[in-house]
C-alpha cells in the first residue's frame, strides 16, 4: 500500500540520520492510512514524534505523542500509552519542567508495572532517576536506579546494567563520594568491556578520568583518557 511504501522510506530515511525526512514520510504515511487503521496511524505518529525529537523540534513532538497517546488511550493499548507517557516525559525533562515531566513519568511507571512490562519498568525508573538528580535529590535519584538496576539485572539487559552504573558513579561524584562512585565506573567498565559497547566504554573511562583529574592525581587521570 501506498502507506506502507511512505512508512518504509521514513525508516530508511531514520537508518541515515535524515530525521526530519523520516518524520515527513511517517505523517504522510499516518495521513493516507484508510478509516479502521487507528493503531497504525498512532505508530506512524508516534514514530514522527521520536525522529523530530532526535533533532529537539519538542513542540511538534509533544503535538505527535499527544495524538498517538490519545488513540492508544481509545484502543486501550496500555504498553503502548506507557511508552508514549515516558516519552513525553522526557520532552518536560528537555524544557526543566520537572514537576511536569515527573507526572508523565510516573503514569507510565504505573502502567508498566501494573501490566508486568519488567523493562518498560526499568526504563521509567531510571528517567525518573534523572528528574531527582536534576533536582539535586541525589538520594531519592539513588534508590530510583537501584531499584532499575535489579530489574536490569534480573533481565541480563548487560547494556542497561552498565548504563546505570554509569549514572549512579556520577551521583556518587556529585555526593563527594569518589570510592563508591569509582567502585560502580569499575563494574560499569567491565560491563562495557565485556558487550564490545565502545561507546559505553569511552564515557565510564571520561568519568572515571575526572575522579582523578578532581583528586589531582592527573597521572592517572590521563591514563584512564588514553585508554
Same mark, same amino acid.
Given at each position: 500500500s501506498a502507506a506502507k511504501t511512505r512508512a518504509d522510506n521514513a525508516q530508511l530515511q531514520s537508518i541515515r540520520l535524515r530525521y526530519k525526512k523520516a518524520a515527513d514520510y511517517f505523517l504522510q504515511a499516518a495521513q493516507i492510512l484508510p478509516e479502521g487503521h487507528e493503531e497504525k496511524r498512532a505508530i506512524c505518529l508516534s514514530a514522527a514524534g521520536e525522529n523530530l525529537y532526535c533533532i529537539s523540534k519538542y513542540t511538534e513532538v509533544l503535538s505527535l505523542f499527544e495524538e498517538s497517546l490519545t488513540i492508544y488511550r481509545r484502543t486501550g493499548d496500555l504498553k503502548e500509552v506507557s511508552r508514549v507517557l515516558d516519552n513525553i516525559g522526557l520532552i518536560y525533562d528537555a524544557w526543566n519542567n520537572y514537576t511536569t515531566a515527573l507526572t508523565y513519568l510516573e503514569e507510565s511507571l504505573a502502567i508498566r508495572k501494573k501490566i508486568g512490562d519488567k523493562s518498560g519498568e526499568g526504563k521509567s525508573l531510571s528517567n525518573i532517576s534523572q528528574i531527582y538528580k536534576a533536582y539535586g535529590d541525589y538520594i531519592t535519584a539513588l534508590t530510583y536506579l537501584e531499584q532499575s #538496576?535489579? =530489574?536490569?539485572? /534480573? #533481565? !541480563?539487559?548487560?547494556? *542497561? /546494567? *552498565?548504563? =546505570?552504573? !554509569?549514572?549512579m558513579g556520577s551521583i556518587y561524584v556529585e555526593l563527594r563520594q569518589d570510592e563508591k562512585a569509582l567502585s560502580v565506573f569499575e563494574k560499569g567498565l567491565k560491563i562495557f568491556c565485556e558487550i564490545g559497547d565502545k561507546i559505553g566504554e569511552a564515557a565510564i573511562l571520561c568519568n572515571i578520568s575526572r575522579v582523578f583529574k578532581v583528586r589531582k592525581d592527573y597521572t592517572k587521570a590521563l591514563a584512564y583518557l588514553e585508554r
Open positions: #538496576l535489579s =530489574i536490569r539485572q /534480573e #533481565l !541480563n539487559d548487560k547494556y *542497561g /546494567e *552498565g548504563s =546505570i552504573l !554509569n549514572n
